[in-house]
């Protein structure tokens, strides 16, 4: 089937190859290649096709926006137009990432702005939400894994892209790949346009609040990320879940799972609604995603060595009268062998040690008979001192 993309056309569909439109003669291919085959989305600033591009063999499908704003006044749609320009300006560049689409051209037919793009064959995660209900921590994990890195290009580039929803996350069904699409609201970030108030754009349950007063910066996406997850974990919209009486979040109230503490942290932080305390850059979120979570610090223990066994046979504790004196250490020893020495010298005539006056007057040294007695009784109470310390 053809689709005809005049926007007054009172019967737009049809047949296949058709050259112009049966109902109002209008050109159905778009610069003689790109060809509408049916309305796939309309937004306040135009209208989505599928088509197809007839001048390559294979004839892949690709999508068609059309510049087509539903507002009046002239501000609005010059407003509208510089957004659709500017779009098409972003795609061309950003479309080098792999998770966005590619622009594949950009042109005027009768008095009205196309852009072309990749076409992305895939479900987007408010379809899936639809279909398959909340999603669960590991996901949600994986899907900050798979789109924070779209955004640090981005924002590298100092685009902003001030609508990030479920519905502009495109899961490619080849292979799960997310792409982020329709940049229609995108802003460029230049130095002087910091301070200036601009214009609100993005849907409200996603916008940040400072956002929401036209001064969209690099955390403002971050906190429509952090709202695109919460509405993924607990399938209501941000707006059902935040409690304005409190101004608070109340979305873990609503989770069909139970998420981890780090992972609570990391989202409350994305969504403060105060931009200087939410994150700054996508880097300090991946940076906490990736790290582990952090382990409560506990007092090390020593462990004590496990004593040996003792066996059965061998009692603990003798109680006997006769047992053996424990032999003093080796200090003990040396200090019986010095007063040993010391009473010799004594006995044998050499006085008191030197560190006393000597008060009697000194025996004759050549007493080998009386040496020999002295030298047994001194071996007697060394003997009788030590024990048995060489047993």
């Known amino acids: 089937m053809s689709y005809c993309l005049n926007p007054l056309c009172p019967t737009p569909k049809n047949p296949d190859r058709t050259k112009f439109c049966l109902s109002c003669g209008a050109k159905l291919l778009l610069k003689e290649r790109y060809g ?4 796939i989305g309309q937004g306040g600033f135009g209208r989505t096709f599928l088509a197809v591009d007839e001048d390559k063999p294979s004839k892949p499908q690709c999508v068609i926006k059309q510049f087509y704003p539903q507002a009046q006044g002239t501000s609005t749609v010059q407003k509208a137009v510089e957004l659709f320009n500017q779009e098409a300006v972003q795609l061309d560049e950003l479309g080098t990432h792999p998770q966005i689409p590619d622009l594949l051209a950009y042109f005027t037919q009768d008095d009205r702005q196309y852009l072309v793009q990749e076409f992305i064959d895939g479900q987007n995660l408010a379809q899936e939400l639809a279909q398959r209900g909340s999603v669960n921590e590991p996901q949600i994990r994986e899907l900050l894994r798979d789109l924070l890195p779209v955004l640090q290009f981005c924002h590298a580039r100092k685009v902003i892209h001030r609508d990030i929803k479920p519905e502009n996350i495109i899961r490619r069904g080849s292979d799960g790949k997310l792409f982020l699409v ?3 609201a995108s802003k460029v970030l230049t130095q002087t346009a910091i301070n200036r108030t601009g214009t609100s754009i993005g849907s409200p349950e996603y916008v940040a609040p400072e956002q929401m007063r036209g001064q969209a910066i690099y955390a403002s996406d971050i906190y429509s990320l952090g709202a695109t ?5 607990t399938g209501r919209s941000p707006f059902d879940v935040y409690d304005v009486n409190h101004d608070t979040w109340i979305w873990q109230k609503y ?3 139970p998420v981890s503490r780090e992972l609570n942290q990391i989202l409350d932080k994305m969504l403060v609604s105060i931009p200087a305390r939410r994150y700054q850059t996508v880097d300090q979120v991946l940076c906490d995603l990736n790290s582990h979570s952090p382990v409560a610090s506990q007092p090390v223990i020593p462990v004590q060595p496990t004593p040996k066994s003792t066996p059965k046979s061998t009692p603990k504790k003798s109680t006997s009268k ?7 250490p080796a200090t003990s020893q040396s200090q019986i062998d010095k007063e040993l ?4 010298t004594i006995f044998m005539g050499g006085g008191k040690p030197s560190s006393h006056k000597q008060t009697t ?3 004759p040294t050549n007493q080998p008979a009386s040496r020999s007695k002295i030298d047994d009784e001194l071996e007697e ?3 009788k001192y030590l024990g048995n310390n060489n047993s």
Do not use: V
């Not at 997850?229 to 974990?233: R, S």
């Not at 006769?322 to 003093?328: A, E, H, L």
């Open 255 to 257: 989770l069909k799972q």
């Open 182 to 184: 329709d940049f229609g």
């Open 381 to 383: 109470l060394k003997t």
């Open 229 to 233: 997850c919460i509405c993924l974990l």
């Open 341 to 344: 020495e010391e009473m010799k």
């Open 36 to 39: 509408a085959i049916k309305p």
């Open 322 to 328: 006769k047992s053996t004196p424990t032999p003093p």
């Open 361 to 363: 007057s000194s025996q």
